[in-house]
């Protein structure tokens, strides 16, 4: 059985001040907690040593919200998987719905992206969802096997094992709209079987594959109670301690 996963991008918010606070406080509702999940949170670049120092508890893991493809070199603002290794980084978001289609990164530059976090030792969370005409148009299914199969086709299956996959359509991030836990079966559903057409379903069963989009405390648990949800990916409701602890509590 899939250990869930509950996971906080924190965006482009908080400064390294803030995100410290947000972090004692979260370490405090958590400490001595019984949990039932795996915690992640994904501060902004120049947080993430604050945020690091200050968690008082080895339940909280951190990731990076994005990574550049190659290692090191004349890459000017670029952030490579190996820094983010240093720092105590354990996950890097790939593919985020606003790294696809506000900053413009397609499959090649996102498949890279993936293999360099791969190569770099970190878990990607890799990202697929479809836009509101997509959906409309009837073609969901066909534009987030598309985006799964971008990211792991050729990949070994030790390698894709190591791969957590979140879904998160993008007509519901930020606009309070959120997909059924019907929708979100079945895409994940479908997700799982496009892991197993590639590689195999033992692979398949082992992937987490997340739901990310508008996640609060008040539909959490009914997202997380859905067969193939395997956890949450959460943006605004991840900036408050107490809303993001009562979406982890959710997790039975």
């Not at 803030?18 to 979260?26: F, T, V, Y």
């Not at 820094?83 to 354990?90: N, P, R, T």
């Not at 073609?139 to 990949?155: N, P, S």
């Not at 930020?174 to 799982?192: E, F, L, N």
Request: hydrophobic content about 40%; charged content about 25%.
């Amino acid at each position: 059985m899939i250990e869930k996963v509950i996971a906080g991008n924190w965006k482009m918010n908080m400064d390294h001040v803030e995100g410290a606070e947000l972090a004692r406080k979260l370490s405090e509702l958590i400490d001595d907690k019984n949990l039932k999940c795996r915690v992640i949170i994904f501060p902004p670049f120049t947080t993430i040593p604050s945020v690091i120092q200050t968690i008082s508890t080895n339940r909280i893991e951190i990731g990076a919200q994005d990574l550049y493809f190659e290692d090191s070199g004349a890459f000017t603002g670029e952030v490579s998987g190996k820094m983010l290794k240093s720092l105590g980084c354990k996950y890097v978001l790939v593919g985020h719905s606003e790294r696809r289609h506000v900053i413009g990164e397609g499959a090649e530059i996102l498949r890279k992206k993936l293999e360099a976090a791969l190569r770099n030792g970190l878990t990607p969370v890799y990202c697929v969802g479809e836009k509101l005409d997509e959906r409309e148009a009837g073609k969901a299914f066909d534009v987030v096997t598309r985006q799964v199969l971008e990211g792991i086709d050729g990949l070994g299956a030790e390698e894709v094992k190591r791969i957590i996959i979140a879904y998160e359509p993008v007509w519901a991030i930020g606009t309070g709209r959120t997909a059924t836990p019907d929708d979100a079966g079945k895409m994940h559903s479908k997700i799982r079987e496009v892991v197993t057409g590639n590689v195999s379903e033992d692979v398949a069963r082992s992937v987490p594959i997340l739901y990310g989009g508008s996640v609060k405390p008040s539909n959490a648990g009914e997202l997380l109670a859905v067969e193939d949800v395997d956890g949450v990916l959460v943006g605004g409701a991840s900036l408050d301690a107490e809303a993001f602890f009562k979406i982890i509590e959710s997790v039975h």
